[in-house]
């Protein structure tokens, strides 16, 4: 399953980084991505559980917002809604 390998290793590679280092929204998406694998990559019961971590990453506030040319390619919003719908396009900026 392709999600679960970019979960993966998006979960590795964050882990690499220096706590103290990561911005509020890399903290935020280690959380999500944590408990998108704690919850067996299963979008919808991730959904049920944690939908207001999804709205932190959709929010607009400084720090939480997505920054375009970042190390975040495709903002994880728009990668959690393509995973539960697959008719979204994923390359959708928002």
């Given at each position: 399953?392709?999600?679960?390998?970019?979960?993966a290793?998006?979960?590795?590679?964050?882990?690499?980084?220096?706590?103290?280092?990561?911005?509020?929204?890399?903290?935020?998406?280690?959380?999500?991505?944590?408990?998108?694998k704690?919850?067996g990559?299963?979008m919808?019961?991730?959904?049920?559980?944690?939908?207001?971590?999804?709205?932190?990453?959709?929010?607009?506030?400084?720090?939480?917002?997505?920054?375009?040319?970042?190390?975040?390619?495709?903002?994880?919003?728009?990668?959690?809604?393509?995973?539960?719908?697959?008719?979204?396009?994923?390359?959708?900026?928002?």
């Amino acid at each position: 399953r392709t999600g679960k390998n970019y979960c993966a290793k998006a979960l590795e590679n964050l882990s690499k980084m220096k706590r103290n280092n990561l911005t509020e929204r890399e903290r935020l998406i280690i959380t999500v991505l944590s408990q998108i694998k704690s919850a067996g990559y299963d979008m919808k019961k991730f959904m049920k559980l944690n939908a207001k971590q999804l709205e932190k990453l959709e929010s607009d506030k400084p720090g939480l917002r997505w920054t375009p040319l970042s190390n975040e390619v495709i903002p994880l919003q728009n990668w959690i809604h393509h995973q539960l719908d697959k008719r979204k396009k994923l390359n959708k900026i928002s």
